[in-house]
Every structure is written in C-alpha cells, then in structure tokens.
C-alpha cells in the first residue's frame, strides 16, 4: 500500500472503533448517568464550539490546505507563513470573542425562562476556552494534514476524546464529581489532545516560526478573500447541521431537554454517514486529480460508483437501526424515547438522502465553480431557520427532523441538477430502484420476525436474517460490480475460491 492508502486504512479502523466508543457513550452510558437537560447542554457545547471555532478562524483551514504547498520551503520557515497563521488564528479568534461577550445579554434572555436554560445561564464563559481549543486541534491538525500526518490527529480527536468521555462520566457516577466536574473534565480532555498534536508536530521539526516575508504580506488579500470565501462555505454547512439543535435550544419550551433527545436521535443515525466517511478519505483526490486532468469519464466512474455503494451500505445500516429499535431504546433504559420513533426516522433517511449524493459537492468545489457551492449552502441556511422557525412551533421534535431532512434534499437535490447541467453527469439508475424493493423486502423480514425473549438472540437472529436477504440480492442481482469484486477477493483470502 502507499502512504494515502495506509492512511486511508488506519483512519478508517480509527473511525469505525470511535463510533462504536461514542455509541457506547450515547446509548449506554450517557442515558444512565446524565439527565436529558445535561445531554442536551453536553450536545448543545459540541455544535455551538464548532461552530465558533469555525467562524472565528477566519478560513484559516482553508488557507492553511491551499497555500501551505505554495510557501514551503525546505529551511521550514515555509516564507513565514506559520507565523502569519498563528497571527491571523489569534487576531480572529480574538475579534470575534469580543461579539461573543457583547453579545451574551441578548443570548441570555433567549435561554432564561426556558427549561434548563439555566445552564447556558450558569456556564456561557465556558464555551470560549471549549471553542478556543477546538479551533487550535483543527488549526494542528489541518498543518499535521500539509505534511501527511493525519493518522494521529484522527486518534487523538475519534477515539482517544472519546475515551476519556467514557472515563469521566463513570467518574461522575462513582460521585468523584457533578455534572461541573464532568464539563471542566471535558476541557481538560481537549486541551490535552490539542496539546499531545502540538508535540508530535513539534517533533517532526516540519515547522519554524520566523518573520513573514515580502511575498507572503503580498498576497494578503488573495489569502484574506479565500479565507472569507471558506468560512462562509464552512460555516454555511455547519450551520446547517446544526441548526435543528440551536433553535430546539431557543424555540421550544423544553429547550434542553429536547434537545438531548435529538442529540441521541442524531448521534445514532451518524452511523449511516460512515461509508461515506470511509470512501471520502480517497475518493477527493481522486476527484481532485481527475479535474486536474480534466478526466471528466474517471469523474463520472467515481461519481457513479460512490453513489450507489454509499446508498447500498447506507440502507443496510438503517435497516439494523429500524429493525432494533426497540432494542436500542432498551440499551438506553429510556422507554419514554418510543413516541420520538419518527425522529429517528427522518433522521436516518436525511443521513441516507446526504450519502446518497455522493461526491456531488466535492464534483463542484474541485471544478473551476466552486464557487456555487457556497452560494448554495449560504441561501441553504436561510431557508433552514425558516423550516425550523416554521415547524418546530407545531411540530416540536419531528419539526426539526423535517427541517433538516427537506433541507438536505433540496440541497443534493440542487447539487445533482447543477451537476447534470453543466457537466452532463448524473448517478443515478434503475439500480436504485432495485436496491429500494431489496430493502423494503429486508426491512418487513426484520420487522416481522417473532419476537425473542433473549435480547442478543434476538438482534443477532434479526439482524442476520435481514442482512442475508439484502446481500444475498444485492450480490446475485449484480447490483455494484464494486461490492461483488469485493465479495469475490474475500472468498479468494479466506481460500474459499
């Protein structure tokens, strides 16, 4: 393998083994030791930091993955320019703190009467140091990424986080400390995986800070304007992702508690946006080399492919979340999650509506269009705060769900029109057809099958049957040639055939 494929490798085993640590965190751990408020805060810290750490750096990322390569340099002061970025990081970070604070009457006033408001109330000076280190870990990583060292980053922000998670809301049930001692153990937990990224860069002497030369301050404004173009995009999608919580958080009554539930609803479901994850890894330098090229027949293959593979594993993950449900809300210990069943729905579909799309935004970010991506995701925020603003009044829970479910159609929705006008491609077949009806088919088996008194019988004799009958067709009916190559060098290792 070369070094992205062992990268892409490791990453993947990283990703799958966090995932499974944070279902253990969510479903099991979480439910039995915090309240529904306190999981809600916990949710509403982790999109409110992103968030922030993404607006107040400025596109620095961005600037970082594209101009790095143009300044390197072999002496490793790369013509200043980690100087500029410690600088820049700095200067942003600082200015928009400033709003943040001046600010923080009129956030106040949004979260006082509302049920467990009073711990935004109680802990709103604890979201900047949150944020603060959250932006130095994406700024470490994104230069950890300029010298392919990516491995590391991904354990140290997938599983090992996560981990120490799992360690101190044991603590906090054992009574070493509350709910207070939990959150400060967070920020204590991040400043240490920003802090252990630091040293392994710092180790590899890949950087040297020094004065930011002539050439560098000359291209200030090229830098400053793809810095804006990237937040806007970034924040944009962000934004988006997380819109449900913050106006669950503002919106309803029971605020927090609601907002703990769609947390859990959404932390499950983002296990259908794994294969995407996976394949993402290497399938943007494909992409990106292809345009580089203008191969727009290897775009095509990859778009087609990805597409339908990523559908495929998707609907098979939704249907094991589907047909134990009943399951998870047992793991969970928390039966009053039953009438929240179409949350979790529409949730699930969304992640299988965005996964299904493919590499469609990625198609455009690398063409010389780029730009419409952002145009599209920034008119896609209005128009999520307004289904939001306009369901979640009536609506509650399922409101948000349907916000975010129509919004994340309408934009792969525009992203695939997009791409089919001006590069005449398009994913789409009579395949996805046939992959619907095997699924509707594997779901009424799973469902349908008698119920078992044993809990681990049941869910391994229900998800097997399911399983068997969707790959079984998917196999025999030819359905991806990628999937059935697979099976087939499977076959060839285990020296079956």
Known sequence: MNLLQKQGFYNSIILYAGTVLGFLNLVILFQRILTKEEIGFYTLVITVSGLYAQIASLGINGVILKYFPVFRTEDKTHKGFISLVVLWSTLSFLAFTLLFLLFKGFVMNQYEDKAGGGLMVQHYYYLIPISFLTLLFTVLESLARTVFKNVFSAFLKEFLLRFITSITVLMMAAAWFGYDGFLNAYLVANALIAFLLWYN???????????????????????????????ISGGSFGLVQGMAVLMLSVIADRSLELVGIYGTFFGIAVVISLPAKALGRTSYQIVSEAWAQNDLKKID??????????????????????????????????????????????????????????????????????????????????????????????????????????????????????????????????????????????????????????????????????TLVFTGSVLGFNISEDINQLYRNALVKAGIK
């Open 301 to 466: 293959r990859i778009y087609k492919k990805t597409s339908l593979v990523q559908f495929i594993i998707g609907c098979l993950l939704l249907i094991g979340l589907l047909i134990n449900y009943d399951h998870i809300l047992f793991l969970m210990n928390r039966p009053e999650y039953a009438q929240y069943f179409w949350v979790f729905v529409i949730v699930g579909l969304t992640f299988l509506v965005d996964i299904t799309g493919g590499l469609n935004g990625q198609i455009i970010n690398f063409s010389r269009y780029y730009r419409y991506t952002t145009y599209m995701i920034t008119a896609a925020v209005f128009v999520c705060a307004f289904l939001n603003w306009l369901l979640i009044p009536h609506f509650g829970l399922v409101g948000a769900a349907l916000s975010y479910l129509l919004i994340m159609v309408i934009l792969n929705f525009l992203y695939w029109l997009f791409i089919l006008v001006k590069f005449k491609l398009q994913p789409f077949d009579s395949k996805y057809l046939a992959v619907l009806l095997i699924s509707a088919v594997s779901l009424a088996i799973g469902i349908y099958i008698p119920l078992f008194d044993n809990i681990v019988v049941d869910i391994a004799l229900r998800s097997a049957a399911a």
């Open 201 to 231: 860069i710092a180790k590899g002497k890949h950087f040297k800070l020094a004065p930011i030369t002539r050439e560098v301050k000359s291209q200030r404004k090229e830098l400053l304007n793809y810095g804006l173009f990237s937040v």
